[in-house]
């Protein structure tokens, strides 16, 4: 079971990047790496997802060094509207443990400010 | 198109009795989830479904906490006998199978309160 830990809180001002870092140092051979990012009072959505080096898309890119050990959500030029807790998951939901992944954990609660 | 919806939005009952919490998942979204998710924390897995099968009941509390989905579409989450420490946000999201099942969709939940 990959245990993660991330700040538990971040402050930002709009325009800039930020790099939420996960740590995952029991991280196995066939886990990847989830981030999902949640508002008040909504369900938690998806952002990302990788498994190593780099992946990117329109939202957010995930740096996931050759250890896998951790692994950095990069958020460019954040707004106000990217305030929001992300939660880091790691691991193998197409086994039958799956349960044992889907752990959100407390999150890093991001405030962006004006 | 339509996302996971969830029935009741918001349900008060009070200690000891039953409830029902309904779950429809995205059309063609193989797998369910179900979460449970206090004020100020992260969601608590619960179980999970690949088409009918329960696969992961683990995170259930404990034996008056049950779910199914009998046809491999809508899943029903029962809690027997409630309590007031039942009380809390449940969750549920769909997805489809294999790699894709690590993008959830996420429903509006169901507030329940036990007083």
């Known amino acids: 079971l990959a245990k993660t830990t991330q700040p538990i809180s971040m402050d930002s001002y709009e325009g800039q990047e930020v790099n939420i870092t996960c740590s995952h140092n029991?991280?196995?051979?066939?886990?990847?790496i989830t981030w999902y990012q949640q508002f008040p009072s909504q369900g938690p959505r998806f952002i990302i997802q990788?498994?190593?080096t780099k992946v990117t898309n329109e939202v957010a890119s995930l740096f996931i060094p050759a250890d896998r050990k951790s692994s950095t959500l990069s958020l460019p030029r954040v707004s106000l509207s990217d305030t929001a807790v992300y939660y880091c998951?790691?691991?193998?939901?197409?086994?039958?443990?799956?349960?044992?992944?889907?752990?959100f954990g407390g999150g890093t609660r991001l405030m962006v400010k004006p | 198109g339509a996302g996971v919806s969830q029935s009741p939005r918001y349900k008060v009952t009070k200690r000891g009795q039953d409830v029902a919490l309904r779950c429809d998942p995205i059309?063609?979204?193989?797998?369910l989830y179900w979460y449970r998710q206090a004020l100020g924390q992260g969601p608590e897995f619960l179980t999970y479904?690949?088409?009918?099968?329960?696969?992961?009941k683990s995170g259930l509390p404990n034996d008056r906490f049950s779910a199914e989905r009998p046809e491999g579409s809508i899943s029903t989450l029962t809690i027997q006998r409630t309590e007031q420490r039942d009380s809390a946000m449940y969750r549920c999201?769909?997805?489809?199978?294999?790699?894709?099942?690590?993008?959830?969709?996420f429903g509006p939940g169901t507030r329940l309160t036990v007083t």
């Open positions: 990788g498994y190593k």
């Open positions: 029991n991280i196995a051979t066939n886990d990847y």
């Open positions: 479904f690949n088409y009918e099968a329960q696969q992961d």
């Open positions: 059309s063609g979204h193989v797998s």
């Open positions: 999201a769909s997805s489809l199978a294999g790699e894709e099942a690590y993008e959830q969709y």
């Open positions: 998951l790691v691991g193998d939901i197409r086994g039958n443990n799956a349960g044992n992944m889907l752990t």
